[in-house]
C-alpha cells in the first residue's frame, strides 16, 4: 500500500495534484491511498505519527497553519521517519534554498508555476522505485510464525520436490513457505520471473543468461538451467530491461 499524503492550502491545486496521481497510478498495479489536508494541523500531526505503511508527502511550503519545512523536520526528526518520501510543491520559489539545504532528504522542490505537472510525474518515478527496490515484502505465516522477507534479499524461489512447500534462496540463506510456485509467484511484483514450472528468478540478481547453454548465473556465483524452451524469448527481453 502507498499512501499520498497532500497538504495545499488552494483546492484547485490541490485537486490537480490529486488528478496527477490517480492518472499516474492507473499504470501501476499497486493499492494505494490519497489524503487530503489544506493545513499542517492536528489531523495531519496524526497521519504523520501513524504507521500506515509507505508514505510519500507532497507538501506547500506556506499554508495558514505552518510551513511544509517544519513538517517535513517533525516527519524525520520527531518520527523518526527517515523512509517516507518528502516532495515540496509550491510557488514560494525563495524558499528553494532554504527546503534543500535543510537536510531533510528532501526528493525534489517542484514550482507550481515552472512545468508542475511533468517534475511531479518524473519524481513519483522516483519515488515509485524508492518504493520497489527497497521496501516492497514478501509477508507470509509458517508453522505459527509470521516472516517478512524484502523483495531485494530474494535471489530465487524453487519448488521443493514431493512437498506442497517452495525454497525462498535469499542473499542470506534459506527460507520454507507454504503452497505451490503459482500461489506463491501471485504474491510477487514484477522483478520475478518465472522461468520454468519449478523455479522463479529476481531477475534483478542475475548477473549473466548464456543463451546457447540456457544457462543462468546469479550474482552469487550459482547457477540454473531451469529455463524451459518456451520462456527463453521472453527471459531475453527481461533480462536486457533489468540489467
Not at 507538501?59 to 511544509?68: A, E, F, R, Y
Not at 517544519?70 to 527517515?82: F, G, L, N, T, V
Not at 523512509?83 to 510543491?89: N, P, R, W
Not at 535543510?102 to 519515488?127: E, I, Q, T, Y
Request: with cysteine; aromatic share 12%.
Amino acid at each position: 500500500m502507498i499512501n499520498f499524503i497532500i497538504c495545499e492550502d488552494e483546492k484547485p491545486l490541490r485537486e490537480e495534484t490529486k488528478k496527477i496521481i490517480v492518472s499516474y497510478m492507473m499504470n501501476h498495479d499497486i493499492d494505494y491511498k490519497i489524503y487530503e489536508f489544506d493545513s499542517y494541523d492536528k489531523k495531519f500531526d496524526q497521519i504523520m505519527k501513524k504507521d500506515i505503511g509507505f508514505k510519500i508527502y507532497l507538501l506547500d511550503i506556506i499554508t495558514k497553519n505552518g510551513t511544509g519545512i517544519d513538517a517535513a523536520r517533525i516527519i524525520r526528526e520527531k518520527y523518526d521517519d527517515w523512509v517516507s518520501v518528502i516532495i515540496m510543491i509550491t510557488s514560494h520559489n525563495e524558499y528553494k534554498y532554504e527546503a534543500l539545504s535543510s537536510r531533510l532528504f528532501l526528493l525534489d522542490f517542484v514550482n507550481k508555476l515552472n512545468n508542475c505537472n511533468k517534475k511531479l510525474r518524473d519524481d513519483l518515478n522516483v519515488a515509485m522505485k524508492h518504493y520497489d527496490t527497497r521496501y516492497k515484502m514478501l509477508s507470509y505465516e509458517y508453522n505459527h510464525t509470521y516472516y517478512r522477507i524484502e523483495y531485494r534479499q530474494i535471489i530465487y524461489i524453487e519448488k521443493e520436490q514431493d512437498s506442497k512447500r517452495c525454497i525462498i534462496r535469499t542473499k542470506d540463506g534459506k527460507q520454507l513457505i507454504p503452497g505451490s510456485l503459482n500461489e506463491v509467484e501471485k504474491k510477487l511484483d514484477n522483478r520475478f520471473f518465472k522461468t520454468h514450472k519449478s523455479l522463479i528468478v529476481n531477475l534483478d540478481e542475475i548477473a549473466l543468461y548464456e543463451i546457447k547453454e540456457n544457462k543462468i548465473t546469479f550474482k552469487n556465483g550459482e547457477v540454473t538451467y531451469l529455463i524451459s524452451r518456451n520462456k527463453k524469448k521472453e527471459l531475453i527481453e527481461n533480462v536486457y530491461n533489468y540489467n
